[in-house]
């Protein structure tokens, strides 16, 4: 017998209240090694969803490593997008091994994860890896990672799936938390951030905007 439908979202699919986002090493010497991304697009994309998750009010931790002794500090798109925020800075390049970063992990009382940062093969796959095994539920935004070769990227993005990980990308991870055009209230935010960060579908709304008043679900 077929099952029913109904007009209900699928319980894998993430939303504002229901996970925290961390973003990790996004720092200027671990950029400069990055090579399986243009660092313009990590930018743009890293950008996109600080942006989402400090609008849509995503609870959010931001980690370092080694920042005044040797990596620097945080993309200034991310600063900008969490002003003020606290930065746990940490001497690990496993970030769940970290006792001031679990710390905040636990306060924040989400069994759902999303990773993303600098770089996938060493500081999102330890940490990932490591809150599968602890029974999250672990998402990573692999267009707002990267690495020092595509190899590298690759086998860290397919270790992690094979872990339990879902991937994901950094528009995706927007309109996901989005997800119906009618929601007014984040409506102007979300068209905000895909017009500025969003690429060819971002200049599509401008243009669509701009030329016929058009809109989605009617706006």
């Not at 009382?109 to 990932?128: D, M, N, Q, S, Y």
């Amino acid at each position: 017998m077929a099952p029913k439908a109904s007009p209900v979202p699928g319980k894998g699919l993430l939303s504002p209240t229901d996970h925290a986002l961390i973003l990790i090493d996004h720092q200027s010497q671990m950029t400069f090694a990055t090579h399986s991304i243009d660092i313009a697009q990590l930018r743009n994309n890293t950008a996109l969803i600080s942006k989402a998750a400090a609008g849509f009010r995503v609870p959010t931790l931001l980690t370092t490593v080694a920042e005044k002794s040797f990596s620097g500090p945080l993309f200034p798109e991310i600063t900008e997008a969490f002003p003020g925020a606290k930065v746990y800075d940490r001497t690990s390049m496993n970030a769940w091994e970290d006792r001031q970063v679990i710390a905040q992990i636990n306060a924040f009382e989400k069994e759902r994860l999303v990773f993303a940062g600098l770089w996938t093969g060493v500081c999102i796959v330890g940490p990932v890896v490591s809150a599968i095994d602890q029974g999250f539920k672990t998402f990573v935004i692999t267009d707002a990672c990267g690495d020092v070769s595509d190899e590298a990227h690759e086998r860290a993005v397919q270790r992690m799936i094979q872990a339990g990980a879902a991937p994901m990308t950094s528009l995706q991870y927007l309109l996901e938390l989005q997800r119906d055009w009618a929601r007014e209230a984040t409506y102007g935010l979300t068209t905000g951030i895909a017009k500025s960060h969003g690429g060819g579908y971002g200049i599509g709304i401008q243009y669509a905007k701009t030329m016929f008043g058009a809109s989605e679900g009617g706006h």
